[in-house]
């Protein structure tokens, strides 16, 4: 009888061991899961946050349009002389950079012209010590006017055409449409409205009969 209740015990002491071990390598495995998926959740969520910021980016500008419209016969700086604080012959060069500088008072801070998620571009800390092209992330639309509420007012810069990325300056896309690098949403892009909307995650943008494509604008000047 001893020895059978010796034996007895040794294999419930086995047992437990066993699920002793068990239990560890689970919890383990769920250890090492968890922190999988938290640096897959981390990077999803960074994408989505850069994504959410530019989009509230273009929003800012859109207003900021706005506000300089009504201060100014209902026109954009694309359709007002230099001299009279647009930027209509500046622009029309490919200069981005004016359209943005004379609306600097109702943008408030160069900040928002920086996509979270641009590389290649940095916020400027004001608008008169070293703004230039490098400071912003967004186009500016050339056809732009306030009759036409879908008028495209700007977007991500990162556009590309026939394959390959657009060079500085004014860039007609009424005969080819405009896609987006994969840099900064991956392959998509942020546009802003005339009537302060905006269009996230559009894969093209052009005069171009095609699905999803935005037919509100001929020119956009690229930074």
Request: net charge neutral; charged share 15%.
């Amino acid at each position: 009888m001893k020895l059978h209740h010796r034996r007895h015990r040794t294999r419930a002491l086995m047992m437990e061991e066993v699920l002793i071990v068990i239990f560890i390598l689970a919890l383990l495995g769920l250890v090492f899961f968890i922190g999988t998926a938290r640096g897959g959740w981390h990077f999803m969520g960074r994408q989505e946050s850069d994504r959410i910021g530019c989009v509230n980016n273009l929003k800012q500008v859109g207003l900021a349009y706005r506000i300089w419209e009504g201060d100014n016969n209902d026109r954009y700086p694309i359709a007002v002389s230099v001299t009279n604080g647009g930027a209509m012959e500046l622009v029309a060069t490919g200069n981005v950079v004016a359209v943005f500088q004379c609306m600097s008072n109702e943008l408030s801070t160069p900040k928002i012209l920086a996509c979270p998620a641009d590389a290649d571009h940095f916020a400027a800390t004001n608008f008169l010590v070293d703004f230039s092209a490098r400071n912003l992330s967004y186009f500016a639309g050339l056809d732009a006017d306030d009759s036409q509420p879908q008028a495209v007012l700007s977007g991500d810069a990162n556009l590309i055409v026939n394959g390959r990325p657009t060079p500085a300056g004014m860039v007609n896309l009424a005969t080819s449409p405009a896609a987006w690098t994969k840099g900064r949403h991956g392959a998509t892009g942020n546009v802003g409205f005339a009537d302060g909307s905006v269009q996230s995650s559009i894969h093209q943008m052009g005069f171009v009969s095609a699905p999803g494509t935005i037919f509100s604008t001929n020119r956009v000047v690229v930074p």
